[in-house]
């Protein structure tokens, strides 16, 4: 199977996407002026994404760990699955990192503002500003979002469904196998069993050819005794 066809792969490919647009998403984080709406509604996508992300890729390393109990089964070898665990353990690392720094950031603004009673009476009042601004487009952001998410979650289930169906063909294929192995060893054993009797009815016949020729050898020297004898000493 090619690494376009293995289900693996195509989850793969999926959720090294929403990694590479939460990093997108993360640069333009950094990149935004803090105590501002805009800031505020990134942080919580980056969060949500970070959690979808981290979720997918659970996801995909318990298939992993179905594959590795028989990797011979799903097709598989050691190098392969150790392949596969790289790839999500780098994943989640690279997730777990983005997270840390969002989060962190969070609290930072959180203390600052815990720190600084009057400041975070005026930061209050331009995130209110800010807010009212992004408050038509936040619902509309939240619902593409969720969007965003259920259609992932869907392409996943859909791997996973191809996966187990990918399965299923290989068990079924290792059935009719081993069916037509057991028919072979049947037919050949019967094939040997009739084979031997034949063998033996063979040796039978040549047996009692060989008995039968020589009795009549003897009597066709007996014969020819008779007659020489006659011709010998009655004439």
């Not at 930061?123 to 992004?134: G, T, V």
Request: hydrophobic share 40%; aromatic share 6%.
């Amino acid at each position: 199977m090619t690494p376009a066809q293995d289900p693996f792969y195509i989850v793969k490919d999926e959720i090294q996407d929403s990694i590479d647009k939460v990093q997108d998403t993360f640069h333009q984080w950094k990149k935004t002026p803090e105590n501002t709406g805009e800031y505020v509604h990134l942080t919580k996508e980056l969060l949500t994404s970070c959690e979808s992300i981290q979720w997918q890729v659970d996801e995909l390393d318990k298939a992993i760990s179905v594959a590795e109990r028989d990797p011979a089964f799903y097709g598989l070898n050691e190098v392969e699955i150790g392949r596969r665990r790289s790839w999500t353990s780098t994943a989640r690392n690279q997730v777990l990192s983005l997270r840390r720094n969002v989060e962190s950031g969070r609290k930072k603004i959180l203390l600052g503002h815990s720190a600084n009673p009057s400041e975070s009476i005026r930061s209050k009042k331009h995130i209110s500003q800010d807010n009212d601004e992004f408050i038509a487009s936040e619902s509309d952001q939240q619902m593409l979002l969720i969007k965003r998410q259920d259609e992932e979650l869907d392409a996943l289930s859909a791997s996973v469904q191809r996966i187990e169906g990918v399965g299923l063909t290989i068990h079924d294929e290792l059935v009719g196998q081993e069916k037509l192995l057991g028919e072979l060893n049947l037919e050949m054993e019967t094939t040997s069993n009739r084979l031997d009797f034949v063998q033996k009815r063979v040796a039978m016949v040549m047996k009692k050819a060989s008995l039968k020729g020589q009795i009549m050898m003897i009597a066709f020297l007996v014969i020819l005794f008779i007659i020489l004898f006659v011709l010998v000493f009655l004439t």
